[in-house]
């Protein structure tokens, strides 16, 4: 998958200040993209300024807090307000919360991982919408996990919060069917970051691929020479493929 043509385009990355949406970041501000991301820990967003600002264009960090975003509209004019112009989103953000029996999981904790995982992506998605239309190439790539399809004990609220998710993305990608709009699905697999060293502490993080053997999909997927449109690709059958 070709990662050429990603200099002088503007990507959005939502969970932009660590795990494979910082890696991710990194990557696409080296590649010459103009990379704007969200987050809401200020010394995380300050980080990650940094260390963009020293590996390409200026950053656009978007201090947001995707627990009380609920309203496209004050999002789509804070794009057009810091962005501008839009050519590829990458939906990354997620929490994992607390391991346990579908029917013991706290009230609380159901409703924060879909506000987060699912409703809060979708406002985002539709302020996006607009400026990715008007792009010559509009990508969105869509960061995902297995237990979406794959049922899991003890997942919980994540996997069914991530399976709207995919459906969500899965019904947009018919929706720009025929336009300049492409949007994937990516389950990551077994990822070295700090969400899955939470949900499982027993783990050894050396024996997991770090984020960086991602990003060849990514940026891929983000470049505007992708042709793919409402895939779900799993990460680690597509390493294998090109080993």
């Keep these: 998958m070709s990662v050429e043509g990603l200099a002088g385009r503007t990507v959005l990355v939502t969970g932009g200040t660590r795990g494979i949406g910082r890696v991710l970041c990194e990557a696409l501000a080296a590649h010459g993209a103009r990379v704007a991301f969200t987050g809401r820990d200020p010394a995380a967003i300050a980080d990650t300024e940094a260390a963009l600002r020293a590996r390409g264009p200026e950053p656009v960090a978007l201090p947001?807090?995707?627990?009380?975003?609920?309203?496209?509209?004050p999002i789509a004019a804070l794009l057009r307000e810091h962005i501008g112009r839009l050519d590829a989103l990458v939906l990354n953000a997620a929490i994992g919360g607390v391991r346990t029996p579908i029917v013991e999981q706290p009230e609380a904790e159901w409703r924060r991982l879909f506000q987060v995982n699912v409703h809060a992506s979708r406002v985002l998605l539709a302020?996006?919408?607009p400026l990715l239309a008007a792009s010559d190439a509009g990508r969105v790539v869509c960061v995902s996990t297995g237990v979406a399809r794959r049922r899991k004990a003890g997942t919980g609220a994540y996997a069914v919060s991530k399976a709207a998710f995919d459906m969500?993305?899965?019904?947009?990608?018919?929706?720009?069917?025929?336009?300049?709009?492409?949007?994937n699905i990516v389950n990551p697999g077994p990822t070295r970051t700090a969400m899955r060293a939470?949900?499982?502490?027993?783990?050894?993080?050396?024996?997991?691929?770090?984020?960086?053997?991602?990003?060849?999909?990514l940026l891929g997927l983000c470049a505007p020479h992708c042709v793919l449109n409402g895939e779900t690709i799993d990460a680690d059958d597509w390493l294998a493929q090109r080993s």
């Design 64 to 73: 947001l807090d995707l627990e009380a975003v609920d309203d496209a509209a």
């Design 168 to 183: 969500m993305a899965g019904l947009y990608a018919l929706d720009v069917a025929g336009t300049a709009i492409r949007c």
């Design 127 to 129: 302020a996006a919408h």
């Design 198 to 217: 939470a949900a499982f502490p027993a783990e050894d993080p050396l024996t997991l691929k770090p984020p960086e053997a991602l990003l060849p999909l």
